[in-house]
């Protein structure tokens, strides 16, 4: 098994491009979530998925689209990037939405924004 | 919706010494509280995990207590080593699903030979 897989691992997009960050699992894992990390700032979760065509918001949603039409894949869209999205981004994976199942974090794209 | 406080922020130690750090979470029903270790340039990895049925838990020189009362709990290493130096996040379930996580800020832990 591969995991969770991200990519691209680096990526520089300037003020209003729009770019989609891939996330894709092989573990047959119902649950996916997204996450930003900022010095200093923990993770904070964007949006998560608890089964394919069931998405939902977290914390940071602005700015950012999601859609989950496999099991396997949870594309991160960003619609018009600004400065304020950079950042390192994760995409992690659990079995299920229930609570107690660990998640497993892919390796994560560093994103900066000009 | 929830909210994870973490203290301290940094934490030097010298190698042997014991290392704690604590988290405090405001909703009531969270129930599961994992602890990631991330170093640098990687990505979160999950070292231990406690649930809420469980005041106190162990593997080897790490350990996790849970007061769900005063709701607060806390990463003890015993015994650390170099190797243990990295950041730290705790987390609480909540925030909409009972799979999502919601982390604490971190702790950078240093550990000097």
């Known amino acids: 098994n591969a995991g969770v897989t991200q990519t691209p691992k680096f990526q520089v997009l300037k003020t209003g491009q729009s770019m989609t960050l891939q996330c894709a699992q092989d573990?047959?894992?119902?649950?996916m979530s997204w996450y930003r990390q900022d010095p200093g700032m923990g993770l904070r979760l964007i949006h998560y998925?608890?089964?394919?065509?069931?998405?939902d918001q977290g914390e940071v949603p602005n700015g950012y689209n999601v859609s989950r039409s496999t099991t396997e894949d949870f594309p991160l869209r960003l619609l018009s990037a600004a400065p304020s999205q950079t950042s390192v981004y994760f995409c992690?994976?659990?079995?299920?939405?229930?609570?107690?199942?660990?998640?497993?974090f892919g390796p994560g794209t560093r994103l900066t924004v000009l | 919706g929830e909210n994870v406080e973490q203290h301290p922020s940094t934490l030097s130690v010298q190698e042997g010494d014991s290392a704690v750090i604590k988290c405090t979470y405001s909703?009531?029903?969270?129930?599961?509280f994992p602890w990631y270790k991330q170093e640098l340039g990687k990505r979160p990895q999950l070292i231990i995990d406690?649930?809420?049925?469980?005041g106190e838990k162990k593997d080897q020189r790490i350990a996790v207590t849970l007061n769900k009362t005063a709701k607060h709990f806390s990463l003890h290493i015993t015994e650390t080593q170099p190797e243990d130096s990295a950041v730290y996040f705790c987390?609480?379930?909540?925030?909409?699903?009972?799979?999502?996580?919601?982390f604490g800020k971190g702790t950078k832990l240093s550990v000097k030979p």
């Open positions: 573990m047959n894992h119902e649950y």
């Open positions: 998925s608890v089964g394919a065509g069931i998405t």
């Open positions: 909703d009531s029903a969270s129930n599961y």
């Open positions: 987390a609480a379930s909540g925030g909409g699903s009972q799979g999502n996580l919601i």
């Open positions: 992690a994976s659990s079995p299920s939405a229930r609570w107690g199942d660990e998640q497993f």
């Open positions: 406690i649930r809420s049925n469980v």
